[in-house]
């Protein structure tokens, strides 16, 4: 593999100050597609793109990325969460977005080189991480509407901390009513830009309301729970652990599937766990019967992520006195035990690095 190495290396940041995606490392990946195929991953130094003013995916959107994370332990060893399934999931949205499948193996091999070389970028303070932000855009310069010719693929690597400015805080969120997010037979489930365009508009509104994130609803009825802008979400309704049912228009978390994974396989005391629809009228009744004991969001940027506030037709619900409630805290401190090295992987999610 080509690997072109940095003369600027820059100033790592101050480790208290990472906050989310705001430092990008001294180098990325990066490979193309064209004439009907995938050239090599190559590695060269962090640099803007330069793109044609008619490059199709700044006109019609046609673009998709994934989020995951490396992590450095005590003994030096670095390790990846999941990776295989951020691949695979890519592809999946690149399915849906009429854009090329890229074998994911030896763009696995050229990111851990990648990791590798940026190894002193990986901060190991509590709830920090190297976030890895592949992403796929079209690039062919032409106006007519089709899927490209020509594909651009990169790896970009940052170093963050919390998601949420105020860390393991419980997050307020605002139902959107108005707005959707995604629909069956749309893109809801592809992790794809332009579902994140669609979507500013409800976490503008929910900011200027005062809260962190809104909460979106399905796109036929408003009734149905969907997900957060950038989390699935969970509710503890007295004994069952739920969390909406993979329709179509919900991006299929891994994040999501850990908690669940974590859940069926360690049991939570005397609960039960499931994947069904949830109504926001299932969800009032639970809190004004006082069944409604907690709700978090899961994300790979977030972690696991306590909900303290969920505002609904002009009405506050405070779940669990706005503090973190038992079950969140046993999901954040297993799933992030086992990306950490902290906890044995029974799942074969960890991967090694180095
Ligand atoms: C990425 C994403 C999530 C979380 O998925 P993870 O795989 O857990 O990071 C949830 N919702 C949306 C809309 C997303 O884009």
Known sequence: MKVTVTKQPKAKPDSSKLGFGKFYTDHMLVMEYERGKWGEPEIVPYAPFSIAPATNVLHYG???????????????????????DNFKRMNNSARRMCMPEFDAEPVKRALFELIKLE???????????LYIRPTMVADEEVLGVHASKRYKFFI???????????????????????????????????KCMGNYAASLIGAEKAEAAGYDQCLWLDASERKYVEE???????????????????????????????????????GFKDYTVSERR?????????????????????????????????????RDMLIGGGKMGEVTEYLYNTVTAIQRGMKPDDFGWVEKVK
Do not use: H
């Open 278 to 314: 949830v109504s926001m009228d299932e969800i009032v009744a639970a809190y004004e019967s006082g069944k409604l004991k907690e709700s978090f969001g899961s994300g790979t940027a977030a972690v696991i992520s306590p909900v303290g506030v969920i505002g609904y037709k002009g």
């Open 228 to 266: 957060v802008g950038s989390m699935n979400i969970f509710f503890v309704i007295d004994k069952e652990i739920v969390t909406p049912a993979l329709v179509g228009s919900i991006l299929p978390g891994i994040t999501r599937n850990s908690c669940l994974q974590v859940l069926k396989k360690y």
């Open 156 to 190: 970009l690597l940052s170093p963050v901390g919390f998601y949420y400015a105020n860390g393991m805080q419980p997050t307020k969120i605002l139902v959107e009513e108005e707005y959707v997010r995604a629909s069956i037979g749309g893109t809801g489930e592809a």
């Open 62 to 84: 046609q673009g998709i990325f994934e989020g995951a994370k490396a992590y450095k332990r005590a003994d030096g060893s670095i390790t990846v969460f999941r990776i295989d």
């Open 119 to 129: 190894e002193d970028w990986i901060p190991t303070g509590e709830g920090q991480a």
